[in-house]
């Protein structure tokens, strides 16, 4: 007998066909492999039953007397085009095939056929509306739930980051932003600026790290004409050309000693002094900084002054790296698939659920820049519709435990059972126990996850947040 199919649930299947008998065996045949199947041996009340209830998948004859296939397929294209139609017969012809594939049949099956091949056309199609449906419901999370601008996450690390975003954007405090490169430290201090009253007035992004210590007091200050050689003429700072907005300040921590000096008195002062002049500038701008360094650490080994520490870590804000929040990949991907592919003109592109494990399993070194990057680089030289396994990168689809390995004891021996445990014990633990990701991440469904944590007695967190897909199968 064959197995049920996990991504039958929640697909509803709609069979028509004359022959009683050939709709009682279809729907004992669909209905074990775990589908919500209906049946109708008469067009017109089929027609109507799609018409009130809806269906993923119509599976219907060509040939009977009350109405023709073909005006079926028609008529549920007509009422709902994302429904797929699977067309049998048995008098098949060239011409009524390409017919039924020009209205949009998904495909065409020729009576009397072998039962296999046609419940593995159904889950192919049950496969293809899964994943239309995932991706329809990431772009709603996406949109209505899990952003804030273009920050993307429902992770409780993301979460908390917009609930401070929120609670500082009206204020003018000085805001750090902590973070490795690729986190998106910028997106946040952008988010702050246009949610705060500052948002009609300018914001002025300057790497510190990028300008030459020689030029960065001018950069940030301004200079008069004739303050060095090449200053041919007067030029306004950053900090004037920022009045009434706010200035970011990457990579704070890079500034020199002296840099800092005179960026504190900026802050204390609120006024700034363009290089080779001593008349100071009253300047209204809120200052948002942000480094990957640890500050407190660099204050204690004399290269961060601590008076500045202290005035510009008022609020500060924890960005958390990519693999300490796995459970926002899927969203990020999806949003960054419908950012690209609109750019490239490819709408429909989207990823294998395989695919998409494998970059739940790495580890992202480069942060969400870099997961963006090959979202891009996959959307423009992909030649198909869906990303899979092989068009990724070997770094990425090499997804193995051997980080697993590495961790046991030297001279520990253990079964194949026990290191599966604790495989399966680390990616819950990564992913916060949230079953679906973890279940993505070792490529088994839910239920075979559940099975496994209670096989091998695995306590959760009494803590740990709600698998938000729990109760879905």
């Excluded at 296999?116 to 049950?126: G, H, N, Y």
Aim: charged residues 30%.
């Amino acid at each position: 007998m064959m197995e049920e199919n996990q991504k039958a649930y929640n697909i509803k299947v709609l069979v028509i066909d004359d022959d009683v008998k050939m709709l009682e065996l279809l729907k004992k045949v669909l209905s074990r492999r775990g589908y919500t199947v209906e049946t109708s041996p008469k067009p017109t009340e089929a027609l109507e039953k799609f018409t009130l209830n809806g269906f993923d998948i119509v599976v219907t004859d060509i040939n009977m007397p009350e109405m023709n296939g073909l005006e079926i397929l028609k008529q549920i294209k007509s009422i709902s085009p994302d429904t797929i139609v699977i067309m049998i017969t048995a008098f098949a012809t060239v011409s009524s095939a390409v017919e039924s594939m020009k209205l949009g049949a998904y495909d065409y099956i020729i009576k009397p056929f072998n039962m296999e091949e046609f419940v593995l056309i159904v889950d192919r199609a049950a496969e293809q509306i899964s994943l239309k449906k995932e991706v329809e419901f990431l772009r709603r999370e996406v949109q209505q739930r899990y952003s804030f601008g273009n920050i993307i996450g429902k992770s409780p690390q993301m979460q908390k980051v917009f609930q401070l975003i929120k609670q500082v954007a009206n204020t003018n405090s000085n805001v750090i932003i902590y973070g490795k490169s690729g986190t998106g430290k910028e997106l946040v201090a952008k988010a702050i600026h246009y949610n705060s009253p500052r948002k009609d007035k300018p914001f002025i992004a300057v790497n510190c790290s990028a300008i030459p210590e020689s030029l960065l007091e001018s950069e940030l200050f301004g200079h008069e004409k004739g303050a060095f050689t090449g200053a041919i003429s007067s030029r306004k700072g950053l900090f004037e050309e920022a009045n009434g907005g706010t200035i970011f300040l990457d990579e704070v921590g890079d500034m020199s000693l002296a840099m800092q000096a005179k960026l504190l008195r900026v802050l204390e002062e609120k006024e700034i002094r363009a290089v080779g002049s001593d008349k100071p500038k009253k300047v209204d701008v809120r200052v948002i900084a942000a480094t990957h360094k640890d500050l407190e650490k660099a204050v204690k080994e004399g290269t961060f002054r601590e008076d500045l520490f202290y005035r510009l870590n008022v609020i500060p804000i924890y960005l958390p790296e990519l693999r300490e929040r796995v459970e926002d990949i899927p969203l990020l991907v999806e949003y960054f698939l419908k950012k690209y592919g609109e750019e490239a003109g490819r709408p429909n592109i989207r990823i294998s659920r395989e695919a998409l494990a494998c970059l739940m399993r790495y580890s992202w070194p480069g942060n969400v820049r870099e997961l963006e990057n090959l979202i891009e680089r996959l959307v423009v030289l992909s030649t198909s519709d869906e990303i899979k396994v092989e068009h990724l990168p070997e770094h990425i689809r090499v997804c193995k435990v051997e980080n697993i390995v590495e961790e046991l004891t030297l001279g520990e021996r253990i079964t194949l059972e026990e290191l599966e445990k604790r495989y399966i014990l680390k990616v819950l633990r990564e992913t916060g126990w949230h079953k679906s990701n973890a279940a993505k991440i070792l490529g088994i469904d839910r239920r075979t996850l559940y099975r496994k944590i209670e096989e091998y007695q695995l306590e959760e967190p009494e803590d740990s947040p709600k698998d938000e897909a729990e109760g879905a199968d």
